[in-house]
Each structure stands twice: as C-alpha cells, then as structure tokens.
T-cell receptor
Framework: AQSVTQLGSHVSVSEGALVLLRCNYS??????LFWYVQYPNQGLQLLLK????ATLVKGINGFEAEFKKSETSFHLTKPSAHMSDAAEYFC????????????WGAGTKLIIKP | AAGVIQSPRHLIKEKRETATLKCYPI?????VYWYQQGPGQDPQFLIS???????DKGSIPDRFSAQQFSDYHSELNMSSLELGDSALYFC??????????????FGAGSRLTVL
C-alpha cells in the first residue's frame, strides 16, 4: 500500500530564507510524485511532478523537488521565501496500474515571517 | 486557459436536506474526480469517472451519488445531509484513461455548510 508522510504540520521561515518541506513516501510500485499548493479558500494547484526522467524537478514559483529513491523522499525546496508563498502544501503519490489514485500527505502549512 | 469550473462556490443547507454540486472539466478532459476536504484535512477521494463511466470509488457515503454526463460535466448529489458533511468539495479533471501519471487540475471547490 502507498502512503505519504509530511514532516511538520506547520513550518515557519523568515522571508528570504530557505524553504524546505519534507515528504517521504512508501510505495510498492515505482511512484509518481506530486506537490500541490493550496492558498486560503482556493483550490489545489500543481507545483511540480515527478513521473520519469530527471530526478530534480523544477516547478512554478521557484520551487523544486528532488526524487531520491534510496531515501524514498521527495522534499520540496525554494532558495528564498516570499510572503506570497504562505499557503498549505500537499505531497501526493500515485502508482501504476490499479494504484493510480493519488494518496495525499496531511499537508504542511508554510508560514512566512517578515 | 480554461480551468475546472465548479458551482456553486458556497452552499448552505440544513440537516437532512439535499444538495447538488456541479463540475465542468477542462475541455477535452474526459476523467473527473471528486474529493472532500474537511477543515485542516487532506483531500479524501470520493469517486471518479472516465468517459461517463465510474472508474473508481473511494470513501463516498451511500447517501451520495454522482454521474458524468455526455458533455463530460459531472454532478455530485448529496442527500440526507449531516453536520459532518460540511467540507470543501473539489472536482478535478484529467485527460485520458486514469493512470498514476495523470496530472489532475483542480477546481476552486464548493464549500458546503450544513447547519
């Protein structure tokens, strides 16, 4: 069975500091990995995804994530936080065949301190 | 670019009433997914349709039903509403047969409040 663990329900960083949101997964099949962002009272927006190929994936708004199979991780990073990055971030995993449904992490709320 | 359209955006109902949520997928997207997100929760998968047929079923209560129509829009019907049904309901769409690599595009959600 697939599962996703996001470390830290809340992460607080200062504006301009590095953002690191952690995501670990378990999957019995080669995974597809996603990060979605949800701004207050809005829908989920895809930040980036890993399906195949290069393990360092660049997304929108300056975010990137690296798929590390040996560590079963897909951590999300951004070199310099902006106030506009304050939102909730969800990591999700899916697999192939009958395991195609997205399995979601519990989400991490990113707080940006001025 | 066209996005996933959900209506209504907000809905207030009394217990035991019924509610219908509508979802219009991105043009040429033939798969629709419904999710329920409670306060502070991650999205919970309810049900999905591909080419107007149910493709998968998640934690959808028996009081709820859904269908996808010939124009690919979908409706989620909720009856005998309970307080616990208060949540944000998301619709998402994707193109092609459901697979793990599909990228889901989400609508802005319909917020249901049951009083």
């Amino acid at each position: 069975a697939q599962s996703v663990t996001q470390l830290g329900s809340h992460v607080s960083v200062s504006e301009g500091a590095l953002v690191l949101l952690r995501c670990n997964y378990s999957s019995s099949v080669p995974p597809y990995l996603f990060w979605y962002v949800q701004y207050p009272n809005q829908g989920l927006q895809l930040l980036l995804k890993y399906t195949t190929g290069a393990t360092l994936v660049k997304g929108i708004n300056g975010f990137e994530a690296e798929f590390k199979k040996s560590e079963t991780s897909f951590h999300l990073t951004k070199p310099s936080a902006h106030m506009s990055d304050a939102a909730e971030y969800f990591c999700a995993v899916s697999g192939s065949g009958s395991n195609y449904q997205l399995i979601w992490g519990a989400g991490t709320k990113l707080i940006i301190k001025p | 670019a066209a996005g996933v359209i959900q209506s209504p955006r907000h809905l207030i109902k009394e217990k035991r009433e019924t509610a219908t949520l509508k979802c219009y997928p991105i043009p040429r997207h033939d798969t629709v997914y419904w999710y329920q997100q409670g306060p502070g929760q991650d999205p919970q998968f309810l049900i999905s349709f591909y080419e107007k047929m149910q493709s998968d079923k998640g934690s959808i209560p028996d009081r709820f039903s859904a269908q996808q129509f010939s124009d690919y829009h979908s409706e989620l019907n909720m009856s005998s509403l309970e307080l616990g049904d208060s949540a944000l309901y998301f619709c998402a769409s994707s193109q092609g047969f459901p697979s793990g690599a599909n990228v889901l595009t989400f609508g802005a959600g319909s917020r249901l409040t049951v009083l």
